[in-house]
């Protein structure tokens, strides 16, 4: 089992930033692709960004490429989502997932969940 705890989620002005944060427990991190998703209201969840095991590969979303960025630090257990530019259709709750695969954009490849954290934008 992993456990995965979201935080940094907030209300912003357009243009603003954030940082998200997702700790993490349980099972190796270091042997999960970590991913971040969002669910904006009345829509389907999305995929955001994922990062590989070790960190070297990373993918984002179209819509967000060259605003947002994924890191994670192995040594802490935890996964970053650094958003900036942020804009009033980013507003969605962000959950963060641990899947097995070296690396995964699909939601049905990532096994474990967070409860999410609200990201609220103002125009």
């Known amino acids: 089992q992993v456990q995965l705890v979201e935080s940094g989620g907030g209300l912003v002005q357009a243009g603003g930033s954030l940082r998200l944060s997702c700790a993490t427990s349980?099972?190796?991190?270091?042997?999960?692709?970590m991913g971040w998703f969002r669910q904006a209201p009345g829509k389907e969840r999305e995929f955001v960004a994922g990062?590989?095991?070790?960190?070297?590969?990373?993918g984002y979303a179209e819509s967000v490429k060259g605003r947002f960025t994924i890191s994670r630090d192995n040594a802490k257990n935890t996964v970053y989502l650094q958003i900036n530019s942020l804009k009033p259709e980013d507003t969605a709750v962000y959950y963060c997932?641990?899947?097995?695969?070296?690396?995964?954009?699909?939601?049905?490849?990532?096994?474990?969940w967070g409860q999410g954290t609200q990201v609220t934008v103002s125009s």
């Open positions: 990062i590989s095991w070790s960190g070297g590969s990373t």
């Open positions: 349980g099972r190796t991190f270091s042997s999960y692709c």
């Open positions: 997932a641990a899947s097995p695969n070296y690396y995964a954009t699909r939601e049905r490849q990532y096994d474990y």
